[in-house]
């Protein structure tokens, strides 16, 4: 019996795709990569999960976990692959307000997690712009990143506990809602960021936070970075921590994102070299509660803040939201990022990340040693400047190689002590940049584990391990 007879006979005929029914996995949320499936599976249960890689790991087929397919590495290219799509896992199991959790199959879209906890007046705080297609098991298998970081941590540090069937189709069953759980080697943390490669993520314990009850949301113009850091580290004193989003848009993104949205506005009057988009968010009554005024507290402080910053000379210009309106308009234009850069055919993204206090020198270096090479280099850039992740993308003139250019940038990451890859992912995007610059005992470690969980080589293959 074929793979495909196999499959069907255990989903059932309509759980199988084939031929044209696999255009929509057959190329990712970029376009950059097409590939033509063996066929697309969609199982309803973890058990139905534990079926299908029963059947491929016979038959030594390989697998291609897929989510929502924003991922930005081409970590869902399956040619010849069963797609394994987790869409139908889509559960909101339970959302338990005490414990402040939320049980989830893999499928869920992250939008609709973010709707059910609000509606308990809690808040799952991973944000970004895919959140309308990206799924939790994705986000869980990338490790995704976002605009609230800053505050909340990478998705890693939102996740209690998790289920996922091996390459063997066992139920690998580590769903506890613990805060604490020094029962061994955290497998956990293992299968997050293993983009497919480890095992299948069907089910997760999310942790959830008081939602905000308000937000101060602001466009702020800077002179520079390292003048932006010290604004940042001030709002973070005056308001206990409660910056949530720290967002860096020079000029040439902006003018690109105009251009793309001729009917977007500019953010200040006139152009501006560096554009900060910042969010707090409060909790607590005594800050988000509107006074007589109708001034909500934390906006009021925001602007106390920014007056004196603007008196100091550190501020160059500002404009606080008024309105989710204005806040929506602010936020459109940080997330028009992956379309702003990728809309340029053969640009080439580094997804870096620096200490904070390095971001300055990144830039500056970046660009010299890419003009070096290629004078007529455009850069364009957007970054989560408050925890240091630079979306460094690079449109080409032709005058160099893309590799190079590439490389030139990661040596200058490196010499600041950061990372070439820092949000997401390795998929196929940067194996090269694997091999060139993760330490060899770390790689032959990651490929002894890859080996003991998936002896046949079946899972997601060719992807993350150079
Ligand atoms: C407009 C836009 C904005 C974005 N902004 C951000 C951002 O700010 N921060 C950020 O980190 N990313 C961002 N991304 C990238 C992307 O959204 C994330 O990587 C996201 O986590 C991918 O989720 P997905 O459900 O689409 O996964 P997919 O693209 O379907 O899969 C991604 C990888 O995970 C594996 N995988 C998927 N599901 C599972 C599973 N259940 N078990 C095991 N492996 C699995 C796949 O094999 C693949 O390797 C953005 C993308 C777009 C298009």
New binding site residues.
Partial sequence: MSVIQALRGTLGEDRVLTGDDMAAWST???GRYRWTPLCVVRPGSTEEVCAVMRIAHAAAVPV??????????G??HGDGAVMLS?ERLNAIEEIRPEARVAVVG??VVLSALHEAAEAQGLSFPMT???RG???????????????NVLRYG??RDLVLGLE?VTAEGRVLDLMTALHKNNAGYDLRHL?IG????L????RAVLKLVRQPRAHATAMVAARSVSEALVLLNRLQDVSGGAVEAFEYMPAAYMDTYLALHPEARAPFDSPQAVNILLELGVTAPRDSTPGEDGLVPVTGSLQETLAELMEQGLVLDAVVARSETQRAEMWARR?A???VSLSRLGALVNDVAVPLDAVEAFLTEAGARCRALDPDVQEMVVA?LGDGNVHYALWPSGAAEGGALVEAVEEVVRALGGTFSA???I?LHKKASMARHRDPVALEAMRAVKTALDPKGIL?PG?VLP
Avoid: Q
């Fill in positions: 990712d949320w970029t291609v976990p897929v989510s929502g397919h924003t991922g930005l590495a970590g869902t987790l893999a499928g970004f712009g895919a297609s990206a799924r939790i098991g994705g986000l869980l298998a990338t490790n995704a990143g976002g605009s990478n998705t996922a299968l293993s983009e497919g490669t095992a299948v993520i069907t997330e990022a992956a379309e989560h949000e997401h992912g998929g997601n992807k």
